[in-house]
């Protein structure tokens, strides 16, 4: 029986000296820095993949609304596609480019010079905020604009 009872002593006082030194260490500047230290790197990596997981869900749903915007101008090219490939297409532009007309067509031939001062007269009168737009004046040179480029 004396040797149970040392063994249960020496137990004991093992377990109390592994405890008497844990609180020693935690006591230490050195390890709370170090705790510290450690403890902030963490909350900055976890601050750091919050941020990096926003940014790829940002860059996600950027992606899928550029597909569906492609998925859109697919549709659309292959319908018309489909419709360039008929003849009634091709003779309608061959029509168009070469300034041709098929029975029972007027072809109207306007000049650059006159499509470009017609836009620019449209974008001024769309600007302005005036009442009336149209003000009867007769000029000598809105006659000779008239009969010289015709406008």
Known sequence: ?????????????????????LPQ???????KIFLIGISAFILWSVYNS????FQKLDILKRAEREVEDLRIQNLYLSISMKDMS?????????????????????VFV???????????DVEKILESKQSNIFEPTFTLNSWLDFLLKGI
Request: aromatic share 6%.
């Open 1 to 21: 029986m004396g040797k149970v009872i040392r063994v249960r002593k020496n137990r004991e006082g093992i377990s109390n000296k592994g405890n008497s030194e």
């Open 25 to 31: 260490i935690f006591d230490s500047v050195f390890v």
């Open 50 to 53: 919050v941020n990096i997981t």
């Open 86 to 106: 008929t003849d009634k297409y091709l003779e309608r532009e061959a029509r168009n480019r070469l300034n041709f007309g098929d029975t029972g067509e007027i």
């Open 110 to 120: 306007i000049p650059e010079n006159v499509m470009d001062q017609a836009s620019s």
